[in-house]
Every structure is written in C-alpha cells, then in structure tokens.
C-alpha cells in the first residue's frame, strides 16, 4: 500500500513557474515506479511524465524542455518542477505509482493511467494569460 499526498499547486502567469511535490508513505514505495499526470475539465486524464525506480525518465512532448521530474528518495517525496508555464498547462495535477514499467518508453511518452494502481489528491495548477 502507497499514499500520496500532492501540493504546491497555485495559480501564476504564463511564463512563471511552480513545483509541485508528491509525499508518499508506505514499506513498499520504493519499488514502484511514479508518474504525474494531470487532467483539464471536459478533458481525459493526461500522462505528463514518469520516471523509473533506477533513474530514467520520460516526458509528453507538450512539456518536454520545460517540466522536470525528480525524486528525493531519503525523504521519499517526488517532484515536478514546471517552468514557462502556459495556460494549457492549467488542470488538477496527480501524482500516481505504477508496479511495472510497462508503460515507459524511452525519450518522449505519455505514461497510461492504467498502469498506475496508487493515485494522490491532486493539486491545482491555473495558469493566467
């Protein structure tokens, strides 16, 4: 069993940037592999980027250049740190953990929700033109 829990979201202007975090808890949390999705309102639930137990990591191309995740594992939390923000980035932003790494293709991917079995809260992000 994995818990996240989300925050930093907020609301800034196209250009600015936010980092979001990702607590988790659990025995086990080190063995999965974490994403961050997000999801637009009248739109699907989107795969943003995910990254690997050893290291690796995939973006969507929307954010590639501009999104990055990372981990602090001794403090057992993820991050997405998001630069040059537009308003299309605006959604609820999940952080999830997936058992396998089926979902992970090397350079740009979407990770897919369903490979995801843990899900946080979710945090809003608004991004003003």
């Known amino acids: 069993q994995v818990h996240l829990v989300e925050s930093g979201g907020g609301s800034v202007q196209a250009g600015g940037s936010l980092r979001l975090s990702c607590a988790a808890s659990?025995?086990?949390?080190?063995?999965?592999?974490m994403g961050w999705f997000r999801q637009a309102p009248g739109k699907e639930r989107e795969g943003v980027v995910g990254?690997?137990?050893?290291?690796?990591?995939c973006y969507a191309s929307s954010v590639k250049g501009r999104f990055t995740i990372s981990q602090d594992n001794p403090r057992n939390t993820l991050y997405l740190q998001m630069n040059s923000l537009k308003p299309e980035d605006t959604a609820m932003y999940y952080c999830?953990?997936?058992?396998?790494?089926?979902?992970?293709?090397?350079?740009?991917?979407?990770?897919?929700?369903?490979?995801?079995?843990?899900w946080g809260q979710g945090t809003q992000v608004t991004v003003s033109s």
């Open positions: 999830a953990a997936a058992p396998t790494s089926s979902w992970y293709y090397p350079g740009s991917c979407s990770p897919d929700q369903r490979d995801f079995r843990y």
């Open positions: 659990g025995s086990t949390y080190r063995r999965y592999h």
């Open positions: 990254i690997l137990t050893d290291g690796r990591t």
